[in-house]
């Protein structure tokens, strides 16, 4: 069955310091991906997505992300992490030519000063 | 501006009533979904249209029912058959492929 791991639940990391959130999936097709954030109490954002081509996808934010399929890995990742990044950050695969979205349990970012 | 509304953002249910949750969307998507949302449980999928008057179960229907009478609306019925409805509930809308946008969500909770 399709499943999406996010091996961190949550993660603490120094404003100003590089950030990498980690994704594994499972799906026998090529996958479609994403990255959607969520702040408190609100709905999910899209960060970015991946179906084809470059392999590294740019996103807004400043956020990029990398896929792996060696490592059926999709790693998001931000040079300099700003506190207004606190948040919960979930990665999806799309199934059934994308028609249906699996989400991983979510990795919750907080930022120290 | 195009978008999800979902209303009303905070509901209140009784035990043994049913409850509507209203999603309406003007991004002309065809396809629409719910999603619960509980702690530490990521997004779970409740039922989902492609096109209108057609809908198929997601992973957790039972106790949830839905209709899809027009592109722009699905709402979403907690009946009372649902022993555990209080949660986060999440509506969005897709074009296949593109990914989904999603409304501001709606917290529901059994008093």
């Known amino acids: 069955a399709q499943s999406v791991t996010q091996p961190d639940i949550h993660i603490t990391v120094s404003e100003g310091a590089s950030l990498e959130l980690r994704c594994n999936y499972s799906?026998?097709?090529?996958?479609?991906l994403f990255w959607y954030v969520q702040s408190p109490g609100q709905g999910l954002q899209l960060l970015l997505k991946?179906?084809?081509?470059?392999?590294l996808v740019q996103g807004i934010k400043g956020f990029e992300a990398e896929f792996k399929r060696s490592q059926s890995s999709f790693n998001l990742r931000k040079p300099s992490v700003h506190w207004s990044d606190a948040a919960e950050y979930f990665c999806?695969?799309?199934?059934?030519?994308?028609?249906?979205?699996?989400f991983g349990q979510g990795t919750r970012l907080t930022i120290n000063p | 501006d195009g978008g999800i509304t979902q209303s009303p953002k905070y509901l209140f249910r009784k035990e043994g009533q049913n409850v509507t949750l209203s999603c309406e969307q003007n991004?002309?998507?065809?396809?629409m979904y719910w999603y619960r949302q509980d702690p530490g449980q990521g997004l779970r999928l409740i039922y989902y249209s492609q096109i209108v008057n057609d809908f198929q179960k997601g992973d957790i229907a039972e106790g949830y029912s839905v209709s899809r009478e027009k592109k722009e609306s699905f709402p979403l019925t907690v009946t009372s058959a649902q022993k555990n409805p209080t949660a986060f509930y999440l509506c969005?809308?897709?074009?296949?492929?593109?990914?989904?946008?999603f409304g501001s969500g709606t917290r529901l909770t059994v008093v």
């Open positions: 799906y026998g097709a090529t996958p479609y």
């Open positions: 969005a809308s897709g074009t296949r492929g593109y990914g989904y946008t």
């Open positions: 999806a695969v799309g199934i059934q030519g994308a028609q249906k979205l699996v």
């Open positions: 991946y179906f084809s081509g470059d392999t």
């Open positions: 991004l002309n998507h065809d396809a």
